[in-house]
């Protein structure tokens, strides 16, 4: 079987310790053509150098990572998210980015309900801007385990529902493997996602086993419990034609030397049928 | 208000350092009436001396903690682990526990869906013992988190409906908030499980922010991001009426003056309308 990457995309934080440059060099060397910037690889940038240098490397930017953390327990906080929302957009655009990801945030102090209020408010905010500038917005449902601070948007019911409500076609969802494979509604919401296209994006990583930390301890696809290529046909099924990307949050993988952690990823990848 | 720590119970897993004897003098000592035993304080004991010593003591012992893990990919495991719960029903008949309470097990290497399966027959596996010595089962359902091998029941709607079909007046379900607080679907869930007279029991503690381990990061009532007060609210409205029922696994309290640690479990107990 020939080797096919070509609907491969790396995120930058996967690959956590190499700059911007590095990281496009070493994936455009390996075949990949696909690319999600997180936005602290953008700080203190000019950010037509790093459209210059990611256009003349032929990547796709598939995606800028990430806005979102609209809620807040005062109304300044939430404009203040508004804003920075807003920003990342612009970085968006001027990269080239199709998207930003969008993490939706949570407040303590304050009920999941209404944090999922603010959070379809500050989209609704933003989108007259992410459409002009022709940047699209992926909400991207988190596990329940960070509904604490990081997001009460935690199904992709509750992520399905948030994008038909808002109904735009620049408004869809980020199906992210590790957060949502627990779920036994998930082939059914993967199916309703497609049917409304609102499929944006398609993170793959694994649950490792056991997790020794809440954030930083994922593992790559086949080390750890998701069930990887049933989740993959549940996306096919649903029309999803994308990027597949690999986003890698792990301590152990980012101690290694990352040459052999990316090599690791693309053997790991080509195991499953895209 | 007068203190009424009636219908209040603690895990000796919470002040887990405590000896069976020592955990029952001191909770005796503040008032508490209610206990839940964890398996691992019966180890090489005589269960009638302690079945004496509770009943001496006038404690209420509410569950035996913890049968379960039914799952396996190998027959032979299956067999074993209902062995190992006919074995927690019989102690928890000798110590005059009402019931066990079921961590139902997950196995890497097959589906969620299979390992619920293989739940739901190992439950009703051993059910014509629970009942020939009146011991009850709660499935507790516990958080996605720990769906890679604790168990591959995740939700209340989950245990609700395997609770609904093995249709036993000695199989229920056991309501922790920290597993299902962020669960959007937690009121009507909760009724529906009172409806059918399924709420067994009730744990209680809170979601520590931020929680730095995926296990023993447990925090007291009041100190984190749950709204107790509005869970304790539904499971009064389902008509619940029994023990709440305190567990807590935390290396820092656990590291505290536990005499310390159960007067401010007392203390936050107390601020609640229950």
């Not at 007259?128 to 992709?156: G, Q």
Request: hydrophobic letters at 40%.
């Amino acid at each position: 079987m020939a080797i096919d990457l070509s609907r491969l995309c790396i995120h930058t934080i996967t690959t956590r310790d190499w700059e911007l440059e590095k990281a496009v060099e070493k994936y455009v060397e390996k075949g990949i053509r696909g690319i999600s910037v997180w936005r602290n690889y953008l700080e203190s940038r000019n950010l037509k150098d790093v459209k210059a240098l990611l256009a003349s490397n032929k990547m796709n930017v598939v995606s800028l990572v990430r806005g979102g953390f609209f809620t807040g327990l005062n109304e300044s906080d939430r404009v203040k998210a508004i804003d920075e929302n807003k920003k990342a957009i612009e970085e968006a655009a001027s990269i080239g980015a199709e998207m930003v990801v969008l993490v939706c945030g949570a407040s303590p102090g304050q009920s999941l309900e209404v944090s999922r209020t603010q959070i379809q408010r500050g989209i609704e905010s933003i989108l007259p801007m992410a459409m002009d500038l022709e940047v699209k917005l992926a909400i991207e449902p988190l596990h329940p385990m960070y509904a604490d601070t990081r997001s009460a948007v935690n199904t992709l019911n509750q992520a399905n529902r948030m994008a038909e409500t808002i109904d735009s076609e620049y408004v869809g969802v980020a199906i992210d493997v590790d957060h949502l494979w627990w779920d036994e509604t998930l082939k059914q919401e993967i199916l309703r996602c497609g049917r409304n296209n609102n499929i944006f994006a398609f993170h793959l990583c694994d649950w490792r086993n056991p997790t020794r930390d809440l954030l930083n301890d994922r593992t790559i696809m086949g080390e750890g419990v998701i069930p990887i290529q049933e989740i993959i046909n549940m996306v096919r099924e649903a029309g999803f034609n994308g990027f597949n990307e690999v986003e890698i949050f792990s301590d152990e993988h980012w101690a290694e030397d990352q040459d052999d952690f990316l090599e690791k990823i693309i053997r790991a990848y080509m195991r499953y049928k895209l």
